[in-house]
């Protein structure tokens, strides 16, 4: 295994009787962003908080840079202090007695860095960070997302090698989440950190990750790159997670979903073993004020204004379809239209 790699091996995690994580396996790589996606209590916490030692697990081993930090097997369990990584929280803990800098020296210093060297090592990361100027500040008079900056700083102050984030970025405001985004990646790739990301934000995961492992109740139901995730979830779960809104069961014919009233929708690849459905994103959906070929009649239910593009829901026979585009007038509520969507956008997962 490479220098900085992280491998879990079949990890249970229970909370008194119920598992929490139920035997999952994964690898981060070195030097890549790998995120925990899924929605709240399907155990994202509870595994960083195995890797970090911060749990004690029933069953498994943990790997970090090669060497085995937990092996239930064996009894190796190193505490989290020896386990060379950091992590920053989603509520930060950033002392609010200190300044800037005694909050980023603090840890150092219960690492027994000598204060010769604190100095230098809290003031390159609080560079990296951009918060060099505010070092003396107290840290009650930051901003939210200057705090979650020293968060970030006093966790890469000791040089880790990984670092495992839980939900950093969600108590800040829509803009500066996407702003801190942007400089975390920055910061990870010049770095070279492997870096385990937790978030229940789909759009943060796409974005940020290298590989995404999207979680449900414990275990790892799919895990591939933000692009495989996002245009081919393998079950209605994950496309739900990921936003495709038009999910139809349907029945399956040779590349074709055939669904309720006689429609017949081409479909880019073959069906799942057992129950499908065929689904495709608003956005995939084409829309025609006249009949056209391939196209099927169905009425706009509600034409909602989303800023750069409309939503449209439609009704088609017992079908509801969701789609989205430019505004048009002649799309208005009650308006009779035409759909259609390419074979190679519609996909079919098992349900
Ligand atoms: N200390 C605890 N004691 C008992 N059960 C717990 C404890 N911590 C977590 N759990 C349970 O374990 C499961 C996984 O929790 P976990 O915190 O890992 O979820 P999560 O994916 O991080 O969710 P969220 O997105 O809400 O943070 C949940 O069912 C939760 O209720
Ligand atoms: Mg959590």
């Given amino acids: 295994m490479s220098a900085g790699a992280v491998s879990v091996q079949a990890l249970l995690v229970a909370h008194g009787t119920v598992p929490a994580v139920r035997g999952i396996s994964f690898e981060a790589r070195a030097g890549e962003v790998l995120t925990l996606l899924g929605p709240s209590g399907c155990g994202k916490t509870t595994t960083l908080r195995a890797v970090a030692g911060l749990e004690a697990p029933r ?16 009894r190796t369990n190193l505490p989290p202090e020896r386990r060379g990584l950091a992590m920053v929280f989603q509520s930060y803990a950033i002392w609010p ?26 003031r390159r ?10 070092a003396e500040r107290p840290a009650t008079r930051l901003s939210g997302g200057q705090q979650q900056r020293v968060a970030l700083a ?9 670092i495992l984030l839980d939900e950093p970025l969600s ?27 937790v978030t229940h934000d789909q759009e943060e995961a796409l974005v940020l990750s290298d590989r ?21 979830p393998r ?14 069961p349907c029945e399956v014919a040779e590349a074709a979903a055939l669904l309720p009233g006689g429609l017949r929708l081409p479909v880019r ?19 025609f004020p006249h009949a056209a070929p391939g196209a099927h009649p169905a009425t706009v239910v509600a034409a909602t204004y989303l800023g750069d593009f409309m939503q449209y829901e439609l009704r088609c026979g017992e079908l509801a379809i969701c789609a989205r585009g430019l505004p048009r007038p002649d799309f208005a509520e009650g308006a009779p239209v035409f759909w259609s969507v390419p074979a190679d956008a519609c996909f079919l997962v098992a349900t």
Wanted: aromatic share 6%.
């Fill in 59 to 74: 069953e498994g081993r943990i790997a970090i840079d090669g060497r085995t930090v937990f092996d239930a097997a064996r």
């Fill in 97 to 122: 007695h200190m300044t800037v800098f005694e909050n980023v020296a603090f840890g150092l210093r219960a690492r027994g860095v000598a204060d010769g060297d604190l100095a230098g090592a809290v």
């Fill in 125 to 134: 990361s609080l560079d990296l960070v951009g918060l060099g100027a505010l």
């Fill in 154 to 162: 006093r966790s890469i102050a000791g040089d880790p090698r990984v």
């Fill in 171 to 197: 108590n800040l405001d829509a803009q500066l989440r996407l702003a801190m985004r942007a400089e975390f990646k920055a910061l990870q790739r010049r770095l070279g950190l492997t870096a385990i990301y």
């Fill in 212 to 232: 995404v492992l999207v979680m449900r109740d414990g275990a790892i139901e799919q895990a591939g790159t933000p692009a495989e995730i996002h245009d081919t």
């Fill in 235 to 248: 079950s209605r779960f994950v496309a739900e997670f990921v936003g495709v809104r038009n999910i139809l």
């Fill in 269 to 287: 690849e073959a069906a799942p073993d057992g129950p499908a459905a065929v689904c495709f994103r608003p956005i995939s959906v084409q829309l």
